[in-house]
């Protein structure tokens, strides 16, 4: 082989190299939404880990489930695992429309004697074939303390994402995450 043909053969195979790496993933993350501050809530309440269908338990942003398949953004990652940011979020935002209450995870370092636990499992989030974002879950809150019962809800809330990128599509999350801790809410007040 001659220097100038092992040199192309080189160039050409860091070009091919080169073409298989790609850029740094986008990284995103749910932001908290304000809502409506009342009291009458449990002192101490738990949040269990939140159950996700395997399809949305994953790095990259799932646009949409429709027609049989799922729509990913290779390149667009949530933050951190999803289950975690959604319950980070929850715990903040609870925590705001329930002053006096304090909300901990049960995945985290602090354990207390809740008066309640919530219950979650997330059963969609995503887009649906009209474009709107769809959050469907099961909420349960089961009170431990004096009142010893439980209450249960099943919703479905939709959003219209304010643009039709991913970004559009994490801000009517967010909405839909602040919606679903105002039911929460009220699930837990006396």
């Known amino acids: 082989m001659t220097p100038r043909r092992g040199f192309l053969s080189s160039a050409v195979c860091a070009a091919g190299l080169a073409g298989c790496t790609s850029a740094n993933p986008r990284l995103y993350t749910i ?11 449990p002192r101490v309440v738990a949040l269990r880990q939140i159950g996700l269908p395997r399809y949305l338990d994953r790095s990259q942003i799932v646009r949409s489930s429709e027609n049989y398949r799922l729509d990913i953004e ?23 429309r329930l002053p006096g209450t304090s909300i901990f995870s049960d995945t985290g370092a602090i354990a207390e004697d809740a008066e309640a636990t919530i219950e979650l499992n997330i ?39 304010p643009s039709p990128d991913v ?24």
Not at 76 to 81: C, I
Not at 129 to 150: D, E, H, N, P, Y
Request: hydrophobic letters at 55%; zero cysteines.
């Open 123 to 161: 059963q969609r989030l995503d887009a649906d074939a009209a474009g709107m974002i769809v959050l469907a879950a099961q909420a349960a809150v089961v009170f431990t303390k004096a009142r010893a019962s439980s209450r249960t809800r099943a919703v479905r809330f939709t959003a219209k994402p």
């Open 31 to 41: 932001a908290p939404v304000a809502g409506a501050a009342r009291g009458g809530g």
């Open 167 to 190: 970004q559009g599509e994490v801000a009517a999350i967010s909405v839909l995450v602040g919606q679903l801790a105002d039911t929460i809410a009220a699930m837990l007040r006396r």
């Open 74 to 96: 290779a390149n667009d990652w949530w933050g951190e695992p999803l289950g975690a940011m959604i319950a980070r979020i929850l715990e903040e935002e609870l925590s705001d």
